[in-house]
Structure formats: structure tokens, C-alpha cells
């Protein structure tokens, strides 16, 4: 083999390797769930002015929402389908109309839900940030562990945590126990987060993100990703949903 053939080998291996790793970049994740809400200093968005239904849109925090399949903005609670979150201890401070805080309570306003894969091939909730972000968060309701929440920078994903990663135990819980203030720093940006679950709807609002991770919530750890859901488990689990 000449010596520019051995290179021309070398070469194209080192750009295979290197796709493969853009592909499957991963970030460190530190992720807290609590009953408290957003950091102060970071954009927020309600989806209150998202259509009900398919359409998605473009938010006035310039969030692009896009919904496939049986995902949908909703109000209020369908058996079997989706449950609104619930609010409490501060969770809906600052996400009402002009920034004046929401109550506590059953969630009476727009929100989302991914729909599930497991009924609806491509079930999910896209949301196209309006730039590269390193803190996420979001009202995360009646938490399971077949939640998923997926970061990508453009095509390439960048990390993912279920809701085993915020709860010990989730159990779809659509009491005060259930719905948790999720805060998530990365080390790595992105610019889209993806929300999909295989049984029941993965139910979110109240939605916010800035350019650098927040004080105040912890930051990553090297090839770490640690939730921190210390609230007790409710007994109102998923299987028991009313409309």
C-alpha cells in the first residue's frame, strides 16, 4: 500500500469517527425538580397565545412550536389522553398575563402535551428556541418515567433525561405531588427541545431559557445528569385519570 493510500485511509476514518461523534454529542445535564419555579432574569413563556389544537405558531418569546401527530395545545384534562398540570409553591410566579404570577391550583391555562408513541407513530412537541441555550426550564406534569426531554443543537442531540431523572419513583400523579418546576443547566448549547412519551401524554407549561446556565441552580457535573425530586409520591396515578 503507498504511503498517500495508508493517508487517504487514515483520513476518511478520522472524518467517519468524527461524524459519528457530532452525531452523539452528549452534554452534561444537571437537572432539579422542585415545587418552586423559574430563576428570576430568564425568558418565560406560557403558550397562551398558542392556537388549541395542531397548529403550534410562533410565540411572543419567539419560541417556534411545532406539534406532530397527536400532540396538541390544550386546556383541561381528557381521560385517558392528558391531565393539566398543577401548580403550587410558587411555580406559576411571573408566567401570567403581562408577568403577574398564576395561581395555585389545577393549571387552567394553554399547555402542552406531546401525545404518545405508543398510540401515535411521531407523537411529540418540538420547540425551536430563538437561539443557542445552556438553562432550560419547565412545569413538568404528572411526571413518569416514559417522559422523555430530548436537547439537540440543530440535528445533532446533545442530551436527554426522562422523569426518572427528576422523581425516584414517578407515577403520573396529577396532584400537587405529581408536578414539579424543572430547572436544567447544560454544558453544551442548544437551540431545540424535543418532549415524546410511550404510554400517557408528557404534559408541560410555563416554559423558560436563557443563553448561560442560571445561578442558582446547579450547575453540570463532567458525564453527570442527577435529579433532585425530593417531593413525597400522591396516589392519583395515571391510570386513574378523570376528564
Avoid: C
Avoid at 418552586?36 to 430568564?42: N, R
Avoid at 409553591?89 to 403577574?100: A, E, M, Q, R, V
Amino acid at each position: 500500500m503507498s504511503d498517500l493510500s495508508h493517508t487517504l485511509r487514515l483520513t476518511l476514518a478520522g472524518v467517519a469517527a468524527a461524524t459519528l461523534s457530532l452525531a452523539s454529542a452528549e452534554a452534561a445535564l444537571m437537572a432539579t425538580g422542585s415545587v418552586g419555579g423559574a430563576p428570576i432574569g430568564v425568558a418565560r413563556e406560557n403558550f397562551d397565545g398558542l392556537p388549541l389544537g395542531t397548529a403550534g405558531g410562533l410565540t411572543p418569546s419567539g419560541i417556534t412550536v411545532n406539534i406532530v401527530s397527536n400532540g396538541q395545545a390544550v386546556t383541561g384534562s381528557s381521560a385517558g389522553l392528558f391531565a393539566a398540570p398543577f401548580l403550587s409553591g410558587g411555580n406559576g410566579l411571573g408566567f401570567g398575563p403581562g408577568g403577574t404570577d398564576q395561581a395555585n391550583g389545577v393549571d387552567a391555562t394553554t399547555y402542552l402535551t406531546s401525545g404518545s408513541t405508543g398510540s401515535a407513530a411521531g407523537a411529540e412537541v418540538e420547540l425551536v428556541l430563538p437561539g443557542l441555550m445552556k438553562y432550560f426550564g419547565l412545569l413538568w406534569g404528572s411526571v413518569d418515567d416514559y417522559n422523555t426531554l430530548t436537547f439537540y443543537n440543530g440535528a445533532v442531540s446533545v442530551g436527554s433525561l426522562t422523569g426518572l431523572d427528576i422523581l425516584a419513583a414517578p407515577n403520573g400523579d396529577q396532584g400537587v405531588n405529581g408536578t414539579l418546576y424543572v430547572n436544567i443547566n447544560s454544558d453544551l448549547a442548544f437551540n431545540r427541545v424535543v418532549a415524546t412519551s410511550t404510554q400517557f401524554a408528557f404534559e408541560f407549561d410555563n416554559v423558560a431559557f436563557n443563553p448561560i446556565p442560571v445561578v442558582g441552580v446547579p450547575a453540570p457535573m463532567s458525564l453527570a445528569l442527577l435529579g433532585a425530586g425530593l417531593l413525597g409520591l400522591g396516589f392519583a396515578r395515571r391510570g386513574q385519570r378523570t376528564a
